[in-house]
C-alpha cells in the first residue's frame, strides 16, 4: 500500500493547485476581456478600461497580500495624526479670495435613486424649497464666487447611469457664475461568480451588465478624461470632494487655510461616533501610516470590537481634501493599491455576479503626511433615507446660500434620531403622501414611526415620540397635534388631540 505523503506536501500540493486554478482563470478573464474590448466603438479606450479591471480582479484572485489587516498590528492614531477642527487658525478676511482661487470642488455624482423609489440621478431628488441636492450644490459655489470675486469650478463625478441625465440638467445652470465640469468614472463588467467570466460579450449592450466601481475610481477617471491636467495647467492647487447627498459637506474656510498651508498631501474630516455610526470606517494608525479601515477588512472574530465606540471613536464622513499634485503623482507613478471591496449581487435571471469596488478614502496611505481632522457632526449629514429627508425638510434646518443651518431654536445641537418604517415610508412619493406638513421637530430627540401613519399640517413632536399602527389598522395624526414623549400604539384611529 503506498504511503500516504507528509502534510507539508499536501499544503503545498494544495497551494499549487489553488494557484493553477486562479492562473487559468485569470487567464480565461483576460481573453474574454480582450475580445469584449474589440466589440466596442472606441476600441482603444474600451482596452484601457478592459486593462485596469483584469490588474483589479487579479488582485482580487490572488487575495493580494497587501490588502490584509492584521488586527494585532491596528494602533489608534497617534497625536498629530487626527487634529480637532477647534484648534485650527481662523482665517484672515483678506487671505480668503487668494485661498478660494487655488481649490477645486468636487462631488461624487454617480448615484441613482432607485433605493428612494426615485428614477435618473439622486442628486435630482428635491430635498426642500423644491430645490435638489444638484441646486443647493451650485447655488453654495455660486455664493462663494460672488462674494468673493474668485473662480471655485464645480467638478461632477457621473457614472454611465448618471452621465446623460446629468449633463442636460446642468445646462439649466449656464447663466450662473459657476463653471461645471464632469467625467464618468469606468464602467466595468460585472463577473459570473461560478464561471469568472463576464456576463456579457458585447461591450456596448445593455447596462445591465456592467457597473461602476465605486468612488475610488476618481483617480484614475478624473487623470483619463483630461480634467486634472486642464486644473492644474489653471494653477489649482486643492481639491475638496465628497458624496453629493451629504448635505454637511460644504467648503469650509477654516480647514481650506489649514490643509492649503500645510504639508499634508491628504486630509480626511472624521467625526465622533455613535451608535448609529459603528459600521462606519475609521483611521488607524498601521505601522507608522495613516490608513482607513473598513468593516469588510474586519475579520469576524473582531467586528464586534470594531464597532466598539470606546475603541474605535471616530469615522470617516468621506469628506476629502487632497493636493491635486499629489494626486497627479499618485496615478502616473502607478502607486495606487487600494483595498478590494468584494460584492456579491444577483441578476434579474437569478445569477450570481461578482463586483469588485474601491473607496476613495482608501487611497489615503499613498499619500505623504496624511491626516484626519475632527470636525463637527454638522459637517456629516447626507440623505441616503425618507427618514433622512423627513429630518432635512423639517423647521430643523433653514436655508443660507445653498447651506442648511440649524434652527437657533433648537435646544441642543445634535440631530433627532428618526426611523420611519419602510413598509409605507420608503419611497419618496409615498412618504410625501403620508404628510400633510413635515412636523415641527425642533424639540425632538427621537421619533419612530411604524405601519399606516399618516400626518396632517403643523403637528408638533417632542422628546420621544413612538407611532405604531398594527397590520390592517391605520393611525392619522391630526392637524394641530402636539405630541411630547408619547406612545401610540395598537388598535386605534386618531381623532383629535
Same mark, same amino acid.
Given at each position: ?7 507539508? #506536501?499536501?499544503?503545498?500540493? !494544495? ?21 469584449? %474590448? ?52 481662523? #482665517? ?34 428635491? #430635498? ?5 441636492? !444638484? ?17 471655485? +469650478? ?34 466595468? +463588467? ?6 469568472? *467570466? ?68 491628504? %486630509? ?14 475609521? *483611521? ?7 490608513? /482607513? ?26 469628506? *476629502? ?8 503623482? #499618485? ?27 474601491? %473607496? ?41 446660500? &445653498? ?5 437657533? %431654536? ?22 410625501? &403622501? ?12 427621537? /421619533? ?50
Amino acid at each position: 500500500m503506498a504511503q500516504r505523503p507528509p502534510g507539508p #506536501v499536501r499544503e503545498n500540493s !494544495l497551494s499549487s493547485f489553488k494557484e493553477l486554478q486562479m492562473s487559468t482563470a485569470k487567464s480565461a478573464l483576460d481573453k474574454s476581456l480582450k475580445e469584449l %474590448a474589440l466589440t466596442a466603438a472606441d476600441v482603444p479606450a474600451a482596452q484601457q478600461h478592459m486593462n485596469r479591471f483584469s490588474e483589479l480582479f487579479g488582485r482580487y484572485l490572488g487575495n493580494a497580500e497587501q490588502d490584509r489587516i492584521h488586527w494585532d498590528k491596528i494602533e489608534p492614531p497617534p497625536p498629530g495624526m487626527v487634529q480637532l477642527y477647534e484648534s485650527l487658525a481662523s #482665517v484672515p478676511e483678506d487671505a480668503i479670495a487668494d485661498l478660494l482661487d487655488k481649490l477645486v470642488v468636487v462631488k461624487l455624482n454617480g448615484g441613482l435613486g432607485t433605493t428612494m423609489g426615485c428614477t435618473g440621478p439622486k442628486s435630482v431628488i428635491e #430635498v426642500r424649497d423644491d430645490m435638489t441636492f !444638484l441646486d443647493l450644490t451650485v447655488r453654495q459655489v455660486e455664493w462663494l464666487n460672488e462674494t468673493y470675486g474668485c473662480e471655485v +469650478p464645480l467638478i461632477l463625478m457621473n457614472s454611465f447611469n448618471t452621465h446623460d441625465d446629468t449633463d442636460k440638467i446642468i445646462q439649466k445652470y449656464s447663466a450662473s457664475n459657476v463653471t461645471i465640469l464632469t467625467f464618468n468614472q469606468s464602467r466595468f +463588467p460585472r463577473i459570473n461568480k461560478e464561471s469568472l *467570466l463576464p456576463v456579457t460579450d458585447q461591450y456596448d449592450g445593455g447596462n445591465s451588465n456592467w457597473y461602476p466601481p465605486g468612488h475610488g475610481d476618481v483617480y484614475d477617471s478624473m487623470k483619463e478624461s483630461g480634467v486634472l491636467d486642464g486644473l492644474l495647467a489653471k494653477g489649482k492647487e486643492v481639491m475638496f470632494m465628497s458624496n453629493i447627498d451629504n448635505l454637511g459637506a460644504t467648503v469650509d474656510i477654516t480647514i481650506l487655510q489649514h490643509f492649503s498651508n500645510s504639508d499634508a498631501e491628504f %486630509a480626511m474630516e472624521v467625526t465622533p461616533k455613535t451608535q448609529a455610526d459603528v459600521k462606519g470606517g475609521t *483611521l488607524i494608525s498601521y505601522e507608522g501610516q495613516c490608513r /482607513l479601515l473598513e468593516i469588510a477588512q474586519v475579520a469576524k472574530d473582531h467586528v464586534e470590537e470594531f464597532k466598539s465606540i470606546k475603541k474605535f471613536r471616530i469615522f470617516n464622513t468621506n469628506n *476629502l481634501w487632497m493636493k491635486l499634485e499629489a494626486v497627479d503623482r #499618485v496615478v502616473v507613478q502607478k502607486e495606487l493599491s487600494m483595498e478590494i471591496i468584494e460584492n456579491i449581487k444577483s441578476m434579474s435571471d437569478g445569477t450570481k455576479v461578482i463586483q469588485l469596488e474601491q %473607496a476613495v478614502g482608501a487611497g489615503i496611505k499613498h499619500f505623504k503626511n496624511a491626516c484626519g481632522i475632527t470636525v463637527p457632526r454638522s459637517r456629516f449629514l447626507p440623505v441616503k433615507t425618507c427618514s433622512d429627508l423627513f429630518v432635512v425638510k423639517s423647521n430643523l434646518y433653514t436655508i443660507q446660500h &445653498g447651506t442648511l443651518v440649524m434652527n437657533p %431654536a433648537r435646544p441642543f445641537p445634535t440631530v433627532p434620531l428618526v426611523k420611519l418604517g419602510d413598509g409605507h415610508f420608503k419611497k419618496v412619493h409615498e412618504f410625501l &403622501g403620508r404628510m400633510s406638513g413635515i412636523p415641527d421637530i425642533v424639540e425632538l430627540n427621537h /421619533l419612530t414611526v411604524t405601519g399606516d401613519v399618516t400626518f396632517g399640517k403643523k403637528v408638533v413632536l417632542r422628546g420621544t415620540v413612538i407611532i405604531v399602527a398594527n397590520h390592517g389598522d391605520r393611525i392619522d395624526i391630526p392637524s394641530g397635534a402636539v405630541f411630547e414623549n408619547k406612545v401610540v400604539s395598537g388598535n386605534m384611529r386618531i381623532l383629535d388631540h
